[in-house]
């Protein structure tokens, strides 16, 4: 038996446990992180918001995939 990190709620994947959270977490903290390093490093604003938006699209996509891999199947509702 496989116990489900995530549950999908539309687009969004919704942590259901502690392991889901963790990830969450994670992911916020390594994209604050993120900003913060490439504010450091710009020189414009255009220049860090570019920077930053494709380091945010990066951690959704890697959260999106572990979750979509860890997710709770339609059949288990």
């Not at 919704?14 to 993120?34: D, E, H, K, Q």
């Not at 504010?39 to 951690?59: A, P, Y």
């Not at 999106?64 to 199947?73: C, K, Q």
Request: aromatic content about 16%.
């Amino acid at each position: 038996m496989r116990l489900p990190w995530f549950k999908r709620n539309g687009i969004f994947f919704i942590p259901v446990s502690i392991i889901g959270w963790l990830i969450l977490l994670c992911g916020i903290a390594y994209s604050v992180y993120t900003f913060i390093q490439i504010n450091n490093e710009g020189h414009s604003v255009s220049d860090i918001l570019m920077n930053f938006v494709f380091s945010l699209l990066i951690i959704g996509a890697v959260y999106s995939l572990i979750a979509y891999l860890t997710m709770r199947g339609t059949k288990d509702k």
